[in-house]
Nanobody, 123 residues
Framework: QVQLEESGGGLVQAGDSLRLSCTGS????????VGWFRQAPGKERDFVAR????????SYADSVKGRFTISRDNAKNTVYLQMNSLKPEDTAVYYC????????????????WGQGTQVTVSS
């Protein structure tokens, strides 16, 4: 059974940093791209960042480019999202997911999802 678990969320002030982790089990994760998405209350689940299976290719939403960095350690089955210069508009539940195929920015390209971790940025 494939399981993903996010951790590292919390309450921070604007300008602070957080590092989210996504740890998985149940499949060889080094075979899959992994994406991070976020969902604010009353809004759609939006693409944040994505990394390919070997960690060489990364992609970001324009809203986080230059502030967030996605990386992975396949030996630890873990994908990270380093978030710097956080803004109140970054407040959301953050989810990681394994990509099965398709457009990496679409949530429909991902099959297994974690339960999410809350990130709250106060002004």
């Amino acid at each position: 059974q494939v399981q993903l678990e996010e951790s590292g969320g919390g309450l921070v002030q604007a300008g602070d940093s957080l590092r989210l982790s996504c740890t998985g089990s149940g499949r060889t994760r080094s075979s899959y791209g992994v994406g991070w998405f976020r969902q604010a209350p009353g809004k759609e689940r939006d693409f944040v960042a994505r990394i390919n299976n070997n960690g060489i290719v990364t992609s970001y939403a324009d809203s986080v480019k230059g502030r967030f960095t996605i990386s992975r350690d396949n030996a630890k089955n873990t994908v990270y999202l380093q978030m710097n210069s956080l803004k109140p508009e970054d407040t959301a539940v953050y989810y990681c997911a394994d990509q099965r195929g398709g457009d990496y920015f679409s949530r429909y390209a991902y099959d297994y999802w974690g339960q999410g971790t809350q990130v709250t940025v106060s002004s």
